[in-house]
């Protein structure tokens, strides 16, 4: 049976979120656009934000935190999503990725965070958009 | 041996035993205490959650981190899962034993939040508690079995109890805490 090598590094945007570090693949992220300095972009666009997702409140006022919007590739449609800004590319090496531990992985109630990394000295989370 | 050893030796016999027949404890007594050597022990880590006193067997549990051990927030978890620590490189969940034993606000109080490392034979987690009295080992002898008083909350998870400076230690079983934890009790 031929070997199946793992790729050692994995490339994720990577953004906060009430204080946690969120991760999502790069392959995922079609694109991204700056909402400047009103966070707006074209009113017609359907918006979803990162806390109504991860079921977190934040106190982050809008007016004083630049937001990005990414448009993610779930599946066979995409979802625009509005970060807080400063959301930046990172490149993990397997050794920083981590499964959920067993208790954690049983009683998660979002099927989204699919694994955590080790990034700035904490714990992020990597985050599935398909399972959102 | 002189006749002046011989009577030294049996006046430290003489005394040795007449503290055994007096019944002085191996365990929690005064200064005057005779260890008997051959008494079979058990290792207890010995900790608090509010004003009660708790314990786990020692082979349950594999470290107690440092305090001030940072745990990592992770959303979606129920509020008795505190989150996640990094131990040298192992990640591992934390629960909090207090919100899974449904003790009341008033027995959580100065709390150090010290987290034990906990591992039965399928997994480990983090396990945060008040404060870390000692870890002892104990004269098997002095370990009883639960009585039927116990609140119906911690029953389930009571393997012993002892008394230990003259305090009521109740001795929690890591294997069916993890698997009820695992299967979606507590809050």
Known sequence: ?132 | MTSQEQTQQSTLEKILLKKQQAGVSTFGGGSNQVVDVNEKVVKLVIFSLGDQWYAFYGESISEILPKGTMIFFVPGCPPSLTGVINVRGEIESVINISMFLKLTESEQAESQNIVLLAKSPVMSSGVSVDKVIDVVDVPERIIQSPTNTLPDDIRPYVLDVLEFRSQAVTVLDVNTIFKDYQQGLGS
């Open chain 1, 1 to 132: 049976m031929e070997k199946q090598l793992l790729p050692a590094m994995l490339e994720c945007i990577s953004f906060k979120v009430a204080d946690t570090e969120v991760l999502i693949e790069r392959h995922h992220v079609l694109s991204m656009i700056s909402m400047g300095k009103n966070n707006r972009v074209n009113d017609g666009l359907k918006l979803t934000t990162i806390e109504e997702l991860l079921g977190l409140t934040t106190i982050t006022d809008l007016a004083e935190h630049k937001k990005s919007l990414l448009a993610l590739s779930i599946g066979n449609g995409q979802l625009n999503l509005e970060v807080s800004d400063p959301v930046e590319l990172v490149t993990l090496t397997a050794e920083k990725i981590h499964p959920l531990p067993i208790l954690l992985a049983s009683r998660i109630k979002l099927p989204s965070i699919c694994a955590l990394a080790e990034i700035n000295n904490a714990m992020g989370i990597i985050v599935d958009p398909c399972k959102f």
